[in-house]
């Protein structure tokens, strides 16, 4: 029986990229899933490609994680189809366009980042948690970033969203603790995923990063996803408001 059997969860981003590595690990363990993303096209090859491995384990809804029409209706869907939300894996973010000088960054583009990597984090807990409170708790992983922890150069707005979310993180875990909700969140570092790729395109900057790494590589989706399925899982069931790095040890070198 796999780690997550019996357990319905809903992953933001799920299309491709980190959402997708969760996806695939948890649909491997046995959970059935609710994958959300904007990337409509995406969504649904990765939504078909899951079910003709898996059975009919997952559904896909088109999800703006800003829209909170958008988080009305998917996780409404999501009870109707599976009758219980377990878990939520707020999975989809951005980095938005990298300025070395803060004061040339956009109002609109400091809130595009803000409304992703923040917002529809606050979003997916306000309408998950009463799903959740129903049959007894459930599991909330919220992926945020070492650049949570330590200045970026050139992505303040990211950073600090992730910052954002990392204290919703701890203030949601305190809030929700007596409906039996945990809420935890994890922070990586440079992860092979679509959105380091032009980190890994660019060999100086690659090779900078590298000689931070004390592990000397970069982390695989599947890093990431791990730490996912064993905070979503019951193996996990007294943790509640923490932060998992996984960096390759950059934030402490």
Not at 194 to 209: D, G, V, Y
């Amino acid at each position: 029986m796999g780690r997550l059997a019996g357990k319905v969860i809903l992953i933001t981003g799920g299309a491709s990229g980190q959402g997708k590595a969760c996806a695939e690990l948890f649909a491997q363990e046995g959970a059935q899933l609710i994958l959300t993303d904007i990337q409509e096209t995406v969504l649904a090859e990765t939504v078909q490609a899951l079910n003709d491995r898996y059975g009919d384990c997952c559904i896909g809804e088109k999800l703006d994680v800003a829209s909170e029409e958008d988080w009305k209706r998917a996780s409404t869907k999501g009870k109707e189809v599976f009758g219980i939300i377990d878990g939520l894996i707020n999975s989809a973010g951005i980095t938005g366009n990298e300025h070395h000088d803060i004061s040339k960054i956009s109002t609109e583009e400091w809130q595009q980042v803000f409304d992703v990597n923040a917002l529809g984090n606050f979003l997916g807990i306000k309408h998950v948690t009463p799903i959740m409170a129903e049959t007894g708790g459930g599991s909330i992983v919220n992926i945020s970033s070492i650049a949570a922890m330590h200045t970026s150069l050139g992505l303040s707005a990211y950073g600090a969203s992730k910052g954002a979310t990392r204290v919703l993180t701890k203030g949601a875990a305190v809030t929700l603790g007596k409906q039996r909700i945990r809420v935890n969140s994890i922070h990586p570092g440079v992860i092979k995923t679509p959105m380091s790729q032009p980190l890994m395109e660019n060999e100086m900057l690659r090779n900078r990063f590298l000689s931070r790494i004390p592990l000397g590589d970069f982390g695989d989706p599947l890093d990431i996803a791990y730490a996912a399925l064993f905070l979503a899982s019951d193996e996990a069931k007294f943790i509640t408001g923490a932060e998992i790095v996984i960096d390759g040890g950059q934030t402490v070198s």
